[in-house]
C-alpha cells in the first residue's frame, strides 16, 4: 500500500455535470499527477501539479483542471462531463529531486450517465 | 506517434514457472522506465524501474532488462506465484523528472496453481 489516498472511490454523474476529485500525496512528495483510465487500457496522462502550478499537460481538454495545494494534496475538476469520461482517475505522488518512480492511488471510479 | 507497448495481451503460466512479460517502446529518446502491477480495483503498484545507462536491474523475485538497439523491455518474474496475477504495464517517463508517464496497453498475467 502506497500512502497516496484519493476521494472519493466511486461517484456517479450525469452528463453535463462538474465533479473534483481529490488526493493526499505520500508524506515527503511534492509533486503530484493524474492519469485518466479507461476499462481495459493504461492510464494516460491528464497533467502534473508541482509547486502548486501546472507541471506539464497531457492531450485533455481545457474542461480538465487541477489544483495543487501548499499540503501538496491536489484536486482534479472536469466541468460539462461527458459519457466518454467515464474511467478510474487515478492520482500518482512523486519527489522532484529524486528518485522518481511515482506511487499511485486506488483511484477513484467515475460513471457518467 | 509516440508509445510504449506490449507484445502479448495475456500469458498463462504454471505456479512455480518463470514469467517474462515484454513490452516495446518507439521514442528513442526516452531514458527512464518502470513496471508496475496492477490488481483488480487497484491502483498501479510500482514493481522495478530501470534508466537507459543501464541494462538490466534485478529487485525481489524480478528482473528488467532493456535493450535499447531493438527498443524492448522486458520483466522477468522468477518462480511465478497466485498473488502474482494482476495486470503489468510498461511506462515510459520522457523526461527523468518523474513528469509524464507513458503507459503501454498491459499484459494479463494469470498463473495456474
Known amino acids: 500500500e502506497t500512502g497516496v489516498t484519493q476521494s472519493p472511490t466511486h461517484l456517479i454523474k450525469t452528463r453535463g455535470q462538474q465533479v473534483t476529485l481529490r488526493c493526499s500525496s505520500q508524506?515527503?512528495?511534492?509533486?503530484v499527477s493524474w492519469y485518466q483510465q479507461a476499462l481495459g487500457q493504461g492510464p494516460q496522462f491528464i497533467f502534473q501539479?508541482?509547486?502548486?502550478?501546472?507541471?506539464g499537460r497531457g492531450n485533455f481538454p481545457p474542461r480538465f483542471s487541477g489544483l495543487q495545494f501548499p499540503n501538496y494534496s491536489s484536486e482534479l475538476n472536469v466541468n460539462a462531463l461527458e459519457l466518454d469520461d467515464s474511467a478510474l482517475y487515478l492520482c500518482?505522488?512523486?519527489?522532484?529531486?529524486?528518485?522518481?518512480?511515482?506511487?499511485f492511488g486506488p483511484g477513484t471510479r467515475l460513471t457518467v450517465t | 506517434g509516440e508509445s510504449v507497448g506490449l507484445h502479448l495481451p495475456t500469458l498463462s503460466v504454471q505456479e512455480g514457472d518463470n514469467s517474462i512479460i515484454n513490452c516495446a517502446y518507439s521514442?528513442?529518446?526516452?531514458?527512464?522506465f518502470i513496471w508496475y502491477k496492477q490488481e483488480s480495483g487497484k491502483g498501479p503498484q510500482f514493481i522495478i524501474d530501470?534508466?537507459?545507462?543501464?541494462d538490466k536491474r534485478q529487485g525481489q523475485r524480478v528482473t528488467v532488462l532493456l535493450n535499447k538497439t531493438v527498443k524492448h523491455l522486458s520483466l522477468q518474474i522468477a518462480a511465478t506465484q497466485p498473488g502474482d496475477s494482476a495486470v503489468y504495464f510498461c511506462?515510459?517517463?520522457?523526461?527523468?523528472?518523474?513528469?509524464?508517464?507513458?503507459f503501454g496497453q498491459g499484459t494479463e498475467l494469470s498463473v495456474k496453481p
Open positions: 500518482a505522488s512523486s519527489f522532484s529531486e529524486g528518485p522518481y518512480e511515482q506511487y
Open positions: 508524506s515527503g512528495h511534492n509533486t
Open positions: 501539479y508541482y509547486r502548486e502550478e501546472e507541471n
Open positions: 521514442n528513442s529518446a526516452s531514458d527512464y
Open positions: 530501470i534508466r537507459s545507462n543501464m
Open positions: 511506462a515510459e517517463n520522457k523526461d527523468n523528472q518523474g513528469g509524464k508517464l507513458i
